[in-house]
């Protein structure tokens, strides 16, 4: 007779090791398919889990991923099996333990009546997105009866009363023995066929369409400091070869750009990591550039109601506390200009001026996150024995 464990949710789990499924909808650009992924890899190489991911768009993920063929659909890549996922034309495969639907996506109707045949229910959780604002942690782990199944709400979150951030074992040792190291950090940019301008303050650019980049081009073209800026590819690119003129060399006045090919998951670590100041967009990337521990600009997935900027004060209100007023009303007022909630300019002199305060208190900050027990490990835990 086959034994069974008790899991947090209340029905039994196999004695043998739970198989995961996620599932992912690619809805625009990258950040779905880099979430999943990220988790995907951990669950894997830290706690040993069979996990099969299933993604409707395979190019992202082989943006993501080195050597994934985006004409296969079925393949395996460091211990993970990626599944294209066409719609609801499903196929009959066996239901996992561990359901995941990432980010609302809706299962496929075939695949939740299997969940709903099995005579052990698959713990079943949607994983939302990111958000700083107050209800998060109210309605995080609320379930969601979907008879005879039970579906659970899984919030990331910035607090020990959610379920806390992608952070895999080791990353900030790797992040530290980088930063302390100008050899490995000289090597990282031969990689990239780059040599940043000696003396300059390094920047890394990566975000989505927004009008105020030539503003910013603009400024960083005329500050004593010089700029060396990378940009990886994407939309902005051609935004910012725009801006310098068909056939010109991507310099102007104190301000350099390096263009960059779209970087796999590990070689943009290391970008932010080498980086003085990080631009970036979306989820995936920000979560990034917090653990890279240097200061940063986040450019919010825009919405069209405009509900992304309720997310981002929430965000600005708790990475703001314990910078001193007039520290926190430059961050502030930059951070609301990049993402347009307002349509002056970005204040880069002021900007600039507060980098090193930034820098601290960003320090601070991350102090209080790594004490807080990650994503992976608090799925992992949710459904684990109670």
């Given at each position: 007779?086959?034994?069974?464990?008790?899991?947090?949710?209340?029905?039994?789990?196999?004695?043998?090791?739970?198989?995961?499924?996620?599932?992912?909808a690619?809805?625009?650009?990258?950040?779905?398919?880099?979430?999943?992924?990220?988790?995907?890899?951990?669950?894997?190489a830290?706690?040993?889990?069979?996990?099969?991911?299933?993604?409707?768009?395979?190019?992202?993920?082989?943006?993501?991923?080195?050597g994934?063929?985006?004409?296969?659909?079925?393949?395996?890549?460091?211990?993970?099996?990626?599944?294209?996922?066409?719609?609801?034309?499903?196929?009959?495969?066996?239901?996992?333990?561990?359901?995941?639907?990432?980010?609302?996506?809706?299962?496929?109707?075939?695949y939740?009546?299997?969940?709903?045949?099995?005579?052990?229910?698959?713990?079943?959780?949607?994983?939302?997105?990111?958000?700083?604002?107050?209800?998060?942690?109210?309605?995080?782990?609320?379930?969601?009866?979907?008879?005879?199944?039970?579906k659970?709400?899984?919030?990331?979150?910035?607090?020990?009363?959610?379920?806390?951030?992608?952070?895999?074992?080791?990353?900030?040792?790797?992040?530290?023995?980088?930063?302390?190291?100008?050899?490995?950090?000289?090597?990282?940019?031969r990689?990239?066929?780059?040599q940043?301008?000696a003396?300059?303050?390094?920047?890394?650019?990566?975000?989505?369409?927004?009008?105020?980049?030539?503003?910013?081009?603009?400024?960083?073209?005329?500050?004593?400091?010089?700029?060396?800026c990378?940009?990886?590819?994407?939309?902005?690119?051609?935004?910012?070869?725009?801006?310098f003129?068909?056939?010109?060399a991507?310099?102007?006045?104190?301000?350099?750009?390096?263009?960059?090919?779209?970087?796999?998951?590990?070689?943009y670590?290391?970008?932010?990591?080498?980086?003085?100041?990080?631009?970036?967009?979306?989820?995936?990337?920000?979560?990034?550039?917090?653990?890279a521990?240097?200061?940063?600009?986040?450019?919010?997935?825009?919405?069209?109601?405009?509900?992304?900027?309720?997310?981002?004060?929430?965000?600005?209100?708790?990475?703001?506390?314990?910078?001193?007023?007039?520290?926190?009303?430059?961050?502030?007022?930059?951070?609301?200009?990049?993402?347009?909630?307002?349509?002056?300019?970005p204040?880069?002199?002021?900007?600039?001026?507060?980098?090193?305060?930034?820098?601290?208190?960003?320090?601070?900050?991350?102090?209080?996150?790594?004490?807080?027990?990650?994503?992976?490990?608090?799925?992992?835990?949710?459904?684990?024995?109670?």
């Amino acid at each position: 007779m086959q034994k069974f464990r008790f899991s947090l949710i209340g029905s039994p789990l196999p004695e043998r090791a739970p198989r995961w499924d996620i599932f992912c909808a690619v809805i625009d650009h990258y950040g779905d398919a880099a979430v999943t992924w990220r988790l995907a890899r951990q669950l894997v190489a830290e706690h040993g889990i069979t996990v099969r991911l299933w993604i409707d768009h395979l190019q992202p993920l082989a943006a993501l991923c080195p050597g994934l063929d985006p004409a296969l659909p079925a393949q395996r890549r460091l211990g993970v099996d990626i599944c294209l996922w066409r719609g609801d034309d499903f196929p009959a495969v066996e239901v996992a333990d561990i359901v995941i639907e990432a980010f609302a996506c809706e299962l496929p109707t075939r695949y939740v009546a299997a969940m709903a045949a099995r005579p052990i229910k698959p713990r079943w959780l949607n994983l939302e997105y990111l958000s700083a604002e107050d209800w998060v942690a109210g309605c995080h782990t609320l379930p969601s009866p979907h008879p005879p199944l039970a579906k659970h709400f899984f919030f990331p979150g910035f607090t020990s009363s959610t379920g806390g951030l992608l952070r895999e074992s080791g990353l900030l040792e790797r992040r530290d023995a980088f930063q302390s190291s100008p050899t490995m950090q000289a090597a990282f940019w031969r990689q990239l066929n780059c040599q940043p301008t000696a003396q300059a303050l390094k920047v890394s650019l990566f975000g989505y369409d927004n009008p105020q980049l030539n503003k910013l081009l603009q400024a960083w073209s005329q500050t004593p400091t010089p700029i060396w800026c990378a940009l990886p590819q994407s939309i902005l690119t051609a935004s910012a070869g725009t801006w310098f003129g068909a056939g010109k060399a991507w310099r102007c006045g104190n301000l350099t750009v390096q263009p960059l090919p779209f970087l796999a998951q590990d070689d943009y670590d290391y970008l932010l990591w080498a980086c003085d100041l990080n631009f970036v967009r979306g989820e995936d990337s920000f979560v990034r550039a917090l653990w890279a521990g240097r200061p940063l600009a986040w450019h919010i997935y825009p919405q069209d109601d405009a509900a992304h900027h309720a997310k981002l004060q929430a965000l600005l209100d708790i990475y703001s506390p314990g910078l001193d007023t007039p520290c926190a009303e430059i961050l502030r007022e930059f951070w609301l200009s990049w993402n347009r909630v307002h349509d002056h300019a970005p204040d880069w002199p002021a900007w600039q001026a507060i980098l090193p305060a930034l820098r601290r208190h960003h320090q601070t900050w991350l102090a209080q996150l790594t004490a807080q027990t990650d994503l992976a490990t608090n799925l992992v835990k949710f459904v684990s024995i109670g």
